[in-house]
């Protein structure tokens, strides 16, 4: 049968650099010609055919291999991304600073023009000079930088830009600093902004600088290591004292280490979220900085699925200490679609905590889930288990089981496995989907020895391009046990909690539980 299309096989696999363009020819013919720069073809396996061309079938095809070099397209970087001025006198000639444009990319770059964008705070004056530019040779006529005049950059070269700032004013007490944007156009969309900041002042008082080692993003899990030896005294004396602040995500409480007034403390990044972290200085005179300098750093999970729970305990007095009997033990758990033990909530239905090997927790951290083989990632890895304290416990999967139409549910839940003697907990669970937050539920309040059944995690989802939800969270009408009925998994109502829930490795109670549980 003549079609459009004619099939042929190759022996599989090969291994080519990537670019490379592989040409195709069927029968002894000649080879049809490497595809060019932006142009689309054919898949591998499907060849056109025309009415005058050979069918393929039958008859050895053959692939040649066409080096085809992969331009880097350009991109442009600034050095450093913000300039900060620090505090400056106003009516004093402009403080002066210099920015580098750089072609981080591997193609020309053009910049097309510079221009300061969004005054905020008391006036104040951003002004960029060109004239350095032109006298260096980095522009071909006077400024202004245009398109019709640009700067161009090869791939790798820098230009070197005179920023000034000359407040007109004082900055009132508990007011922002004067800020504006640089806004910097070339032939890359959208155009790069670089922040401006400054403070007029009365006094020239010392400048704090802030530098994260791991930079603006990272994983959970990574340790924070913060600089502070950048900042600088305005009179020359040096920098003898910081005192350093941290916001963290909702229910972190990590404290920076070895404490928060050197000049490098580090802090480990365990919950995911935004950290703000914010460095004041003084000099050997005594001079307190005029304004804090922050930076702030995203921690993103790089997983196809990651929970992580947080907890809070009012009565305990210091949350981030540690040791035996130190604070409040919960307990996260991550059930397979295969885990079954004994129905102990009275839905049923077999409960999924405490089975091996399927049920990831604590005692079960790395179980051998689905494929043998150890290059498919379907085994869940419980990476932290805190024992003494506000958590975090986190839980990481690669590549989830399921398939569009046939999804996996992948049962959470959290167990108070014992309080130590301070009593009640609030619980905070959170579920990211491929990097992004997805569910949170925050303060639950358990009580010891309760079983929390979250509910049920679908894979694939419609936060991974699949078709049901990411989550069922579970409700309740009451307690199925002492109505000997089921009434969890409601569509709405309280969290199913079970209390005094047995789930360890021997399956017997806690040491220290509520009253109201049976010795």
């Known amino acids: 049968m003549h079609s459009r299309f004619a099939r042929f096989r190759v022996d599989w696999p090969w291994l080519v650099a990537l670019g490379t363009v592989l040409a195709m020819a069927c029968g002894g013919g000649p080879a049809p010609s490497p595809v060019a720069d932006g142009q689309s073809s054919d898949s ?37 991304t913000t300039v900060d001025f620090g505090g400056y006198i106003p009516g004093l000639p402009a403080k002066t600073a210099t920015l580098s444009l750089c072609n981080c990319g591997g193609a020309a770059l053009s910049v097309t023009g510079m221009e300061v964008l969004a005054n905020v705070g008391n006036p104040a004056v951003f002004s960029v000079n060109q004239q350095g530019l ?37 900055t ?8 504006a944007v640089l806004q910097v156009s070339s032939n890359l969309t959208p155009p790069l902004a670089v922040p401006l900041v ?18 603006e993003e990272t994983v959970p899990q990574t340790l924070l290591h913060l600089s502070g030896l950048a900042s600088k005294a305005a009179s020359g004396a040096p920098v003898t004292k910081y005192h350093w602040t941290v916001k963290q995500p909702a229910g972190s409480n990590q404290p920076l280490l070895p404490n928060a007034n050197v000049a490098n ?28 300098s922050c930076v702030y750093v995203l921690v993103i999970p790089n997983d196809a699925i990651h929970i992580e729970l947080l907890w809070d305990t009012p009565t305990d007095p210091d949350q981030t200490d540690t040791g035996p009997a130190a604070g409040a033990d919960l307990d996260l758990h991550f059930g397979h679609p295969l885990a079954t033990h004994l129905d102990l909530d009275c839905d049923g239905a077999a409960d999924p905590w405490s089975n091996n090997p399927y049920d990831c927790y604590w005692f079960n951290a790395q179980p051998e889930w689905g494929s043998s083989s150890a290059a498919v990632k379907d085994n869940p890895s419980m990476d932290l288990d805190d024992t003494d304290g506000a958590g975090p416990e986190n839980l990481n999967l690669i590549q989830p ?68 939800p990411v989550f069922q969270t579970c409700y309740q009408s009451g307690a199925s046990c002492p109505a000997k009925k089921n009434l969890m998994w409601q569509p709405k109502g309280e969290w199913c909690i079970t209390p ?18 049976p010795p």
């Open 134 to 170: 032109y006298a260096g040779g980095i522009l071909a006529a006077p400024p202004p930088v245009s398109a019709a005049n640009p700067i161009q950059l090869a791939p790798g070269a820098c230009a070197a830009v005179d920023l000034g700032y000359a407040p007109t004013a004082l």
């Open 265 to 292: 403390p580090h802090l480990l990044a365990n919950a995911a979220g935004e950290y703000k972290f914010c460095l004041e200085v003084w000099d050997s005179d005594g001079l307190k900085s005029c304004a804090m």
């Open 401 to 468: 089981e399921g398939e569009l139409d046939s999804p996996a549910a992948y049962s959470v839940g959290v167990h108070y496995w014992n309080d130590y003697g301070f009593g009640p907990s609030y619980a905070t669970l959170s579920i990211f989907i491929q990097g992004g937050l997805a569910l949170q539920l925050s303060k639950v309040k358990l009580q010891p020895a309760d079983m929390w059944y979250v509910g049920k995690l679908w894979w694939p989802n419609t936060a991974s391009g699949g078709k049901k």
């Open 44 to 80: 591998a396996a499907d060849v056109q055919d025309s009415d005058s061309a050979a069918e393929c079938a039958g008859d050895a095809c053959s692939a040649e291999v066409v080096d085809q070099a992969v331009s880097e397209p350009p991109c442009l970087e600034a050095k450093p």
């Open 500 to 517: 005094c829930y047995p789930v360890d490795p021997g399956f017997v109670l806690v040491d220290k539980q509520p009253s109201t549980c």
């Open 172 to 179: 009132a007490a508990g007011q922002p600093s004067d800020s």
């Open 198 to 215: 400054g403070v007029g002042v009365d006094s020239l008082c010392p400048v704090p600088h802030v530098k994260v080692q791991e930079g």
